[in-house]
């Protein structure tokens, strides 16, 4: 079963990505920030990262950098955030963003892009 690490600060947001990954089959984790996303997965990496831009105590966008330079199994990662300016979305694949998407995420969008990074097929 495929791991995935929602990281986002506001709970209704995690609530919603999982609502929408666990009942197709995909095991969800969640963080509240930056910092103890790259807890957890500096202690067991997960398959997929889907991260918020704008959090307290580490941002997405560092969150990323440390993880990307960190010397274990890296998992793709899907930047979603309600910034939209083209700037925004060039600094999350400088960070090491895979895909980027705008809050709120559809789920069938949300869906097809996890399916996409982890290999073309759902659950």
């Known amino acids: 079963?495929?791991?995935?690490?929602?990281?986002?600060?506001a709970a209704t947001v995690r609530l919603y990505h999982r609502s929408i990954?666990?009942?197709?089959?995909?095991?969800?984790?969640e963080a509240m920030n930056g910092?103890?996303?790259?807890?957890?997965a500096l202690s067991t990496p997960f398959d997929l990262y889907i991260v918020d831009v704008n959090m307290p105590k580490m941002d997405g966008y560092t969150f990323?950098?440390?993880?990307?330079?960190?010397?274990m199994p890296q998992g793709p990662a899907i930047m979603v955030s309600t910034e939209?300016?083209?700037?925004?979305?060039q600094a999350a694949f400088v960070a090491g963003a895979n895909l980027y998407l705008i809050k709120p995420a559809k789920p069938d969008v949300l869906l097809d892009y996890v399916s996409l990074l982890l290999g073309g097929t759902r659950p």
């Open 1 to 9: 079963m495929k791991r995935i690490l929602i990281i986002d600060d």
């Open 64 to 71: 990323l950098r440390e993880l990307r330079s960190s010397d």
């Open 35 to 40: 910092l103890e996303g790259l807890e957890k």
């Open 21 to 29: 990954l666990e009942p197709v089959g995909y095991q969800v984790e």
């Open 84 to 89: 939209s300016e083209a700037h925004d979305k």
